[in-house]
């Protein structure tokens, strides 16, 4: 991809000024990162903000006992750190493939976002939507959902967000291995394969290693919404 390509992933930018998106750009850098690689960490102070121009990051935090409990799987576009104004959060960002970032100092951020409103507001935009994600994921999380509507959900939305069409149907271009969704569901290795297995058959889902497909997104949508199958509800 081209730099005035990677430049255009992000959307915060695009209502800037010219004089915003110059300095913007003249003031970070940009940082290849390998897979496996954490580029923040919970209570350890960054000075970046890390904006992810290619590639997938995925943002967890440990429970009480250390369990992992992933909450967003970010790509291109988005942010990785948890708070614009504090330099530690209680979140880690770990890449999930090889990823391509930018990195600027959160005191240039913020002097740009007092000499420009308008980045301002995109960048509070941004957060009021990502809050969003959280509320709805954790809706999704108690316990009057069943595991397989949940994992529905999920996978729904990584659908959405990192689907690719397929003769199978709609591929989530994600490596998803029953650990990673163990961790996204917060529930033992044992439950999710069980899960998995349930959606399977239902052929709501197609698994080929650490791929998932969804052959029919309207039917794997309908599911989600109301726990039976279409063809068991309209016989």
Same mark, same amino acid.
């Given at each position: 991809?081209?730099?005035?390509?990677?430049?255009?992933?992000?959307?915060?930018?695009?209502?800037?000024?010219?004089?915003?998106?110059?300095?913007?750009?003249?003031?970070?850098?940009?940082?290849t990162?390998?897979?496996?690689?954490l580029?923040i960490?919970?209570?350890?102070?960054?000075?970046?903000?890390?904006?992810?121009?290619?590639g997938?990051?995925?943002?967890?935090?440990?429970?009480?006992?250390?369990?992992?409990?992933?909450?967003?799987?970010?790509?291109?576009g988005?942010?990785a750190?948890?708070?614009?104004?504090?330099?530690?959060?209680?979140?880690?960002?770990?890449?999930?493939?090889?990823?391509?970032?930018?990195?600027?100092?959160?005191?240039?951020?913020?002097?740009?976002?007092?000499?420009?409103?308008? &980045? /301002?507001?995109?960048? $509070?935009?941004?957060?009021? %939507? =990502?809050?969003?994600? !959280?509320?709805?994921q954790?809706?999704?999380?108690?316990?009057?959902?069943?595991?397989?509507?949940?994992l529905?959900?999920?996978?729904?939305?990584?659908?959405?967000?990192?689907?690719?069409?397929?003769?199978?149907?709609?591929?989530?271009?994600?490596?998803?291995?029953?650990?990673?969704?163990?961790?996204?569901?917060?529930?033992?290795?044992?439950?999710?394969?069980?899960?998995?297995?349930k &959606? /399977?058959?239902?052929? $709501?889902?197609?698994?080929? %290693? =650490?791929?998932?497909? !969804?052959?029919?997104?309207?039917?794997?949508?309908?599911?989600?919404?109301?726990?039976?199958?279409?063809?068991?509800?309209?016989?």
């Open positions: 991809m081209r730099r005035d390509e990677q430049f255009r992933q992000l959307q915060i930018l695009d209502s800037c000024g010219a004089d915003t998106v110059e300095r913007f750009w003249q003031s970070g850098k940009m940082m990162l390998p897979k496996g690689q580029c960490r919970a209570r350890e102070e960054t000075p970046n903000i890390f904006f992810i121009l290619e997938k990051v995925q943002i967890y935090n440990l429970t009480g006992c250390g369990k992992k409990k992933i909450l967003f799987v970010l790509g291109r988005h942010i750190n948890e708070s614009l104004l504090e330099r530690s959060g209680s979140v880690f960002c770990e890449t999930m493939e090889p990823c391509l970032l930018y990195a600027l100092r959160q005191r240039v951020l913020l002097e740009l976002m007092e000499k420009d409103f308008q &980045l /301002t507001k995109e960048l $509070l935009y941004y957060q009021e %939507k =990502k809050i969003w994600r !959280l509320e709805h954790l809706k999704n999380t108690v316990g009057s959902i069943y595991l397989e509507r949940k529905a959900a999920k996978l729904l939305k990584l659908a959405r967000d990192f689907g690719v069409p397929t003769e199978q149907g709609r591929m989530i271009d994600v490596e998803l291995s029953i650990t990673f969704l163990s961790d996204f569901l917060g529930v033992p290795r044992e439950t999710t394969s069980r899960v998995c297995r &959606l /399977t058959d239902y052929g $709501l889902i197609i698994m080929n %290693k =650490k791929k998932i497909c !969804l052959p029919d997104t309207e039917r794997m949508i309908s599911f989600y919404k109301t726990g039976v199958l279409p063809d068991k509800l309209s016989s």
